[in-house]
Structure formats: structure tokens, C-alpha cells
């Protein structure tokens, strides 16, 4: 899994917005719910959203939903995270993560479970 940030380095200010991409050649991308956790400074690993394989079935983390939108695009292979509204709070390594599982079982299960984890991106929120 291959996560990029889309946005010019991954600083912004407060109540901006960045779209975080996640490329998945090689994978059976359907077959896959696709999600992403991140890591703030000195903290263990958080789920953040997730989208299932098929049907579009998203879940997110009480933190962020209403302000982040998990999407794919199975053609390309790729997720794609929405993120507006951001805070300071939002601040971390975001890591793009699948399994083969449903997206609510995902945001249950810990970091160290996932079937594939990509390299980490790093967002900043500047206050």
C-alpha cells in the first residue's frame, strides 16, 4: 500500500482541508476494506475511517465524522481521505491499512491486525 498526501506536504492550517490518497497495485482492491489509522505524537495508533470492498460502506471514528469522507475508486485501485474541517488534534502519521473484513469490525480491531499496512504520511495542523 503506497499513501500519499495530495495537498503540497501535508501542512495546513486550522479548518483547512487535505485529501490523503491510498494506491494499491498488485492487491485484489475489491476484495479488501480499505481504511486508515493514524498515530499522534507519543500515542498508539487510532482508528480513523474505513470503506468496505464492495457496496461503498463506509465507517469513521467518533473524532472525525462529519469532517473526513473515506472514498475509492476500485478502477484505480486507490481510497482516497477527505479531510475538512481539520483541528490541531488532527494532527498525526496517517497509515493506510486493509483486511478483509467489515469496515465497523476494522475500527474494533488494533493496528497490528491489519493485513497490510502502508507508509506512514504525516499531517500537521497548524494553530
Known amino acids: 500500500l503506497r499513501c500519499s498526501c495530495r495537498s503540497g506536504g501535508g501542512l495546513v492550517q486550522v479548518g483547512g482541508s487535505l485529501r490523503l490518497s491510498c494506491a494499491a497495485p498488485?492487491?485484489?482492491?475489491?476484495?479488501?476494506?480499505i481504511g486508515w489509522f493514524r498515530q499522534a505524537p507519543g500515542k498508539e495508533h487510532d482508528f480513523v475511517a474505513a470503506?468496505?470492498?464492495?457496496?461503498?460502506?463506509?465507517y469513521y471514528a467518533d473524532s472525525v465524522k462529519g469532517r473526513f469522507t473515506i472514498s475509492r475508486d476500485n478502477a484505480a485501485n486507490t481510497v482516497y481521505l477527505q479531510m475538512n474541517c481539520l483541528k490541531p488534534e488532527d494532527t498525526a502519521v496517517y497509515f493506510c491499512?486493509?483486511?478483509?473484513?467489515?469496515?465497523?469490525?476494522?475500527?474494533?480491531?488494533?493496528?497490528?491486525?491489519?493485513?497490510?499496512r502502508g507508509k506512514g504520511t504525516l499531517v500537521t495542523v497548524s494553530s
Open positions: 498488485g492487491l485484489t482492491f475489491s476484495t479488501y476494506t
Open positions: 470503506i468496505s470492498g464492495r457496496y461503498d460502506i463506509s
Open positions: 491499512v486493509s483486511r478483509r473484513t467489515a469496515p465497523h469490525t476494522m475500527a474494533r480491531l488494533p493496528y497490528g491486525a491489519m493485513d497490510f
